[in-house]
């Protein structure tokens, strides 16, 4: 697993100081209001895991799963999993996802949210915002780290399921992508 890492963006030690800042932050904006966090999976469970547990709030947390990816290009269709969401009528919602990429997963979950929810506000926090044109004009209000466009496994990141438990965040070589491509 290790050897199929071109090299390490980002070590385990500076993702959680970067999360300690992004904790502050929401922490302050979120102190006086209800909030509940919708976090996507599979790409974010460690993303939120490790965030929260910085959040010293009485939040709610749900999940989505939703899938985008084959391989490493976007389908450009986002596909729920479940039919129903949770209740957030009047709520703050904060959407929590691993990457900002092509950007269609976050916006196709913000527009769902917006029609369905009746949630109070929506915004969207991610662990990662790759440098791409991106094909829908959509931004995240909290970002850990820009990268640049090469694709990254670890830290609950995937490549056909792969590489979700490495501590770090790290590229993967040409050779990795073209041995596990279907
Ligand atoms: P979009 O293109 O909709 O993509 O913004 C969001 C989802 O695509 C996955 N994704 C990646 N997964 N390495 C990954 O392991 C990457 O470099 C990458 N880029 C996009 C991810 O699941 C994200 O939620």
Known sequence: MVADIARVLYHESTILSRLDEMAHQITSDYADKELTVVSILNGSFIFMADLLRRVPLPLQIDSWSVSSYHGTKSRGQIQFRQQTIADVRGRHVLLLDDILDSGLT??????RLATESGAASIRSCVLLRK???RETAIDADYIGFDIPNEFVVGYGLDYNEQY???PYIGVLKEEAIRRHAR
């Not at 976050?106 to 527009?111: G, M, N, P, S, Y």
């Open 106 to 111: 976050l916006r196709a979950i913000q527009e």
């Open 131 to 133: 440098s791409v044109t």
């Open 164 to 166: 979700r438990n490495l």
